[in-house]
């Protein structure tokens, strides 16, 4: 293996492109978080518990592993740290990323498809994968805060978006647009708004948008403008209604026990894996993605 990587910092190889994968990253994970001491995490949330482990993980795979890679293959050489356990799907997604980027255009033209349609599937599971993480979380509360739930969803999707375009207050407000009609309520419902439905429709219409978004990416940096043309082509395909009404059916045939049983979360992995966003790609002309404009254009 060394004879090998040596072989690519000398240039031996050409362009042939080479991806050093490193895996079982949930097990390095968890070894870093048994590694903190119990008195430096008494009374921090299990968000704040959460970052400090990564950064943890982070600097210390950067000591052992990337820091000895690097000098010995280079400063160039890509690298990919995965998991196939759950809650670690996004490291899937982040190395398909890398292994398009890398691939030779002639390929990556061939392969394209292929690799966009795996990937979509991997952030469906992913979105799933949060949903079942909050809905845990949601048996505790007596509000449903969407904030958090919106921000782990796009998190797993892994776009290219350096100005946080899809965490940002402009496009929550468009997407609870489409749970509730109106702005109104932005930051967390209560049980007498049913939190099971506006739970059901954010999470299955934030994932069938960013779906919709990615497929016609194309990897590339997002734009207001790009994301604004997905939203309206989800909103205006007969999808969107069909899981309004669907949503709304089955919530008004519970109790208010009944919402907060395991079926209830089994339905929404049910949705979310029957409908698929992809057929929208097709009648989604080409987005310029160079070009940008504001969330909202003022009528003349």
């Known amino acids: 293996m060394e004879e090998f990587l040596k072989l690519t910092k000398d240039g ?18 968890r ?3 048994r590694g903190l001491y119990r008195t430096s995490i008494d009374g921090l949330s299990d968000e704040v518990i959460e970052e400090l482990v990564k950064k943890k993980a982070e ?12 000098q010995l293959a280079g400063p160039s050489i890509h690298h990919a740290t995965v998991s196939t356990e759950t809650d670690y799907e996004e490291t899937l997604i982040r190395l398909i990323r890398i292994t398009e980027d890398r691939v030779h255009q002639d390929a990556a033209a061939v392969l394209h498809f292929i690799t966009r349609q795996i990937d979509s599937e991997f952030g469906i599971k992913a979105s799933i994968e949060v949903a079942k993480k909050r809905w845990k979380a949601l048996a505790l509360w007596t509000t449903f805060k969407n904030h958090e739930l919106h921000t782990d969803i796009v998190k797993v999707w892994n776009f290219k978006d350096p100005h946080h375009y899809l965490c940002c207050q402009e496009f929550r407000e468009l997407m609870v647009n489409i749970v509730v009609g109106s702005r109104k309520g932005y930051r967390h419902y209560s049980f007498g708004h049913s939190v099971l439905r506006h ?22 940096e997002l734009t207001r403008r790009a994301i604004k043309v997905a939203l309206r082509s989800y909103i205006d395909s007969p999808m969107s209604e069909e899981l309004f009404a669907c949503i709304q059916e089955y919530d008004g045939q519970l ?4 919402r907060m049983d395991r079926d209830s979360l089994d339905k929404i992995i049910e949705i979310m894996q029957f409908y698929d966003a992809s057929e929208l790609q097709e009648k989604i002309h080409s987005v310029e993605f160079l070009s940008d404009e504001p969330w909202y254009i003022a009528k003349s």
């Open 12 to 29: 031996m190889l050409g362009n042939v492109p080479v991806i050093v994968v490193l895996t079982k990253y949930d097990m390095f994970v």
């Open 31 to 33: 070894r870093m978080e």
């Open 59 to 70: 600097a210390e795979l950067q000591d052992t592993c990337i820091g000895p890679l690097q």
């Open 199 to 220: 739970f059901m429709s954010y999470t299955v219409h934030l994932t069938l948008v960013l779906q919709t978004l990615y497929l016609v990416s194309r990897n590339q």
């Open 255 to 258: 109790t208010v026990w009944d």
